[in-house]
């Protein structure tokens, strides 16, 4: 099994930052995808940002220039900076991890979200 946490969420005020980190761990032997997605109050969940094979990264567009996706291999994490936050980016932020198991699985795994909150 592969179990996904999310630490790093909080209050802040527009214009601040906030770093969110996301660690899987369990009998991993490849990680395909690992991807921040967000869902607002009374809305669908977004994708925020994801690194596919790798390396190559993928942002939605209000929060390109703000926010920045990284990984650290050796420790299966994946983290979000996030700059210049704005009230529209107030959500619950999951990470998602597509990843390959010792047994030949592949699945897609979710962390329980953590919140974020940008107001005044």
């Known amino acids: 099994q592969v179990q996904v946490v999310e630490s790093g969420g909080g209050l802040v005020q527009p214009g601040g930052s906030l770093r969110l980190s996301c660690a899987a761990s369990?009998?991993?032997?490849?990680?395909?995808?690992m991807g921040w997605y967000r869902r607002a109050p009374g809305k669908s969940r977004e994708m925020v940002a994801r690194?596919?094979?790798?390396?190559?990264?993928t942002y939605r567009d209000s929060v390109k220039g703000r926010f920045t996706i990284s990984r650290d291999n050796a420790k299966n994490t994946v983290y979000l900076q996030m700059n210049d936050l704005q009230t529209e980016d107030t959500g619950n932020y999951s990470c998602?991890?597509?990843?390959?198991?010792?047994?030949?699985?592949?699945?897609?795994?979710w962390g329980q979200g953590t919140q974020v909150t940008v107001s005044s």
């Open positions: 998602q991890f597509i990843a390959r198991v010792d047994t030949g699985w592949t699945g897609n795994y």
């Open positions: 369990g009998n991993i032997v490849r990680i395909d995808q």
């Open positions: 690194i596919i094979s790798g390396q190559a990264t």
